[in-house]
């Protein structure tokens, strides 16, 4: 499928949080704690969006798609090193961060690295690739998500009212999710040999990535809400998964805080469609608009605020 496309750039952000409070959306804990969990995934799996990518570009022949395929990589470096700063602010509010982090970098680093593959050397040569272009996938399926959230925060209103260097922290980030949005999916496709293949392993891999990203996202907020000290983070650490899908939809309809989980429930249903295609789950127009009045994107720009 042809796509409109121009040119990815990274744009070298910085983010003074030393005033951001840890919660950052005013009275509502459920949503900072789990919005900061992200701090603590995104820094390992945006490194290893990298590394497969990669070790993708020897494969890609279209010059137009090599050169969005880099772009990405520049992007996401950057988003995996702003995250890790981020996680300097977690711990100026007294949270311990280690145990989870180290969770995710197995995760990344090990079981979806390069290791399954290093004991046996005849099987690597003959699933090497296979490994690669499934991991591929993955991230393709991941990226649906992260342009779908980058298009609701977009459209939400409701972090004008948080503290503005967090809000554009992650807006800046989703913005350019949005802007991306179609170059894991169009990078898979061009891996994969048949469209049959293609639509059989894209829904296969939707299948676990869906629940594991609801698990992730959800267990990254709640390591940080077992270390709080407020009645509501209290009540939060005790809950099964279960309950707190049912606080997101909760918290999601009332307050727009956070996009509910019937969202992403929806989105994962698109993703099925035969004629899919990620270039319209969002606005590239609104996302470069809001970029054109990031603070940070300006700063980095050597612009002056807006």
């Not at 639509?199 to 992730?216: C, D, E, G, K």
Request: net charge neutral; hydrophobic share 45%; charged share 25%.
């Amino acid at each position: 499928m042809k796509t409109a496309r121009h040119t990815l750039k990274a744009r070298r952000v910085q983010f003074d949080l030393a005033s951001t409070p840890a919660y950052w959306i005013p009275d509502d804990p459920f949503s900072s704690h789990l919005i900061n969990g992200i701090h603590l995934i995104l820094p390992a799996g945006e490194l290893w969006f990298c590394r497969v990518y990669n070790k993708a570009l020897p494969y890609v022949t279209d010059p137009q798609l090599r050169a969005d395929v880099e772009g990405f990589i520049r992007q996401e470096a950057i988003h995996s090193r702003t995250h890790s700063h981020a996680e300097h602010y977690l711990h100026r509010h007294h949270f311990d961060t280690e145990a989870f982090r180290s969770k995710i970098e197995w995760l990344f680093e090990r079981f979806l690295g390069e290791a399954p593959f290093t004991l046996n050397v005849l099987k690597r040569k003959r699933l090497e690739k296979h490994w690669l272009v499934l991991r591929v996938g993955i991230i393709a399926a991941i990226e649906h998500f992260t342009g779908a959230l980058g298009q609701w925060t977009l459209d939400s209103k409701s972090w004008d009212k948080a503290d503005p260097v967090m809000a554009d922290l992650f807006r800046w980030h989703l913005a350019e999710e949005v802007e991306h949005r179609t170059v894991a999916f169009d990078l898979f496709e061009h891996l994969c040999k048949t469209q049959l293949g293609f639509y059989i392993s894209r829904q296969a891999l939707m299948a676990i990535v869906f629940p594991l990203m609801i698990y992730v996202l959800a267990e990254g907020g709640m390591s940080l809400a077992r270390q709080g000290k407020d009645e509501y983070s209290m009540w939060m650490a005790r809950k099964s998964l279960l309950r707190l899908i049912i606080e997101m939809e909760r918290i999601g309809r009332k307050t727009d805080n956070v996009p509910t989980f019937t969202f992403l429930l929806q989105a994962s249903a698109r993703w099925v469609l035969p004629n899919f295609h990620p270039i319209t789950e969002g606005d590239t127009q609104q996302a470069l608009d809001y970029l054109a009045r990031s603070p940070a994107a300006r700063a980095a720009a050597g612009l002056p605020p807006v």
